[in-house]
């Protein structure tokens, strides 16, 4: 056997960043950027200490935050909604197609959604209430949005101080089957252009939009090495699955994903179950759990889809052993 | 309170250049590398009263980003909204492939089909330089099982790079001129 020190030389040789030295240098341009957009979010209420509260003086920050991100369409914005107001927006259209978005309070989503549909500016309106969140993903984000298709958030003209904003769409710039999909809570705006079928908001608690890597105790199971390995499960039935999990004497339980209506790949987790689901329900893969080796978690949905949401097409594309 | 943005900068700074490193050298893309990073610090920002203090800061932050990459095929081909803007900037470390020529890419190709955790181990120590201590922190093992570990993916690689008749016999021809001595 090589000595320790050949060892470690090897895998020194095979790092693309040198040892010892930085990836990128936090100054540079887009650096910056992401720490502007990750600080124009709210903390997480998992801190130990006081979660700072949303100051209206945040807000052009947010909106310029919100430039780095228009690339991918989704805009952090500031509050709309305020206890007791009266409802208060307004959409004018020029005579070039452009609109102007103007709210100062946010109570009729109804109406809103309404005046922008009169306008031609295809879009979905959802209000969710404090600790909620539409579930996701709903739908395939359009990642190559037009320049000027839309302004950022900003404050109204002489009401700096103010709760309301107001941006600028140009309608013209739309292309077929675009949506607006406008997500707003009382500290947080989301504006992401999807395309194609857009899934109603269905609340669920806000945390379960978190990653969660900070609690993931399961891993792939059908790597070299790992529990399932060399059982392929993806794209079979349940009902072809479960026998050889059995047989193997595995625990089972599912994971019950949800899928965008367009499937763009990647998925949401609307929860984990014992409960069996039906034999014809389909398998895109299976986890081991960290803690309980004698137990594997299924990824399943109740219908087939074209490809598979967990690598966005054929695992073999992703995963190659 | 208003101290949050205050620390979270200062990490931010301080860090960034090993973070990103650390992606870089894991993934096999600038976008997933960028994906990597900026999932790393907004999960830092959303918990930064989890994040300890002084020089256990950067072992929390690799613990995080170790959690984000082993996740990171679920948002495939679903890119992370933060991310788009470093990519530019993480192209720039994939210009020079590391493991260009017939050896090194023979001896990738053995480092990669290991087990994860051996590989990690083995990285943790030649390419972000911890001791093992440091390990045993990030990975939350305890040192005894970090020592033990080691010793056994170390004997791995070199029994996998002896079974594949991968002869290194000098560290010059592992690390050319330009290279990374």
Redesign the interface.
Known sequence: ??N?D?????????????????????S????R???A???A?Q??P?????R??PRPVRRLVLGLAGA??L????VVGPSLLKEGGTPSYAVTKEPDGVVYVRIRDFRDKAGLAKRLKELDVPATVDYVPPGQWCRE?RGT?V?DIPRGLYSVPESILGEEHGPGWQMRIDTKLFKPGQTFVWTISDHRTSTILMSGPVAPCVLVPHTSR?????T?DY??AT???RSLAGFRVDEKTVGEVLPELKRRGFKVEYLIMAVAPDN????GELRTQTKPVGDDWIVWEAEESVRDSGLIRLLVTGKRFDRNP????PRDD??K? | ??G??VR??AL??ET??????????RCHSPQD?ADV???T???A??????VPEGERAILWLYG?AR??L??H???????Q??????????AD??QA???SGVE?TA??QI?R?L??TDREL??L?????LDRQQIASVLGMSRNAVRIRLHRA??R???A??EAGVH?TS?GR??PAE??L
């Open positions: 056997m090589r320790i050949d060892i470690d030389e090897i895998t020194r040789a095979l790092a693309r960043v040198e040892p010892g030295k930085p990836g990128g240098r936090a540079d341009a887009g650096a950027k992401l720490l957009a990750i600080v979010e903390p997480g998992s801190g130990v200490r006081p700072p509260r780095g991100l690339a991918v369409g989704v993903p984000p990642r978190e990653p969660k890597v900070g993931s891993r792939l790597l070299k090495g763009p790949g990647g998925f967990v690598y966005g097409g992703v995963i052993e | 309170m208003g949050e943005p979270f900068e931010y700074r960034y250049g090993r973070i990103t490193a650390y992606a870089a050298r590398a990073v900026a999932e610090f907004a999960i920002w959303r918990r930064m009263g989890e995080v959690r984000v082993a996740n095929y679920r948002v495939e081909g679903r890119r909204a933060l991310s788009v803007e470093l990519d530019a900037e993480m470390l994939y492939a590391p493991d090194l001896i990738a480092f089909a087990p994860d083995l990285s120590i030649a390419w972000e330089g170390r004997r690689f070199a029994r790079l002896a290194v560290h592992l690390a290279g990374h």
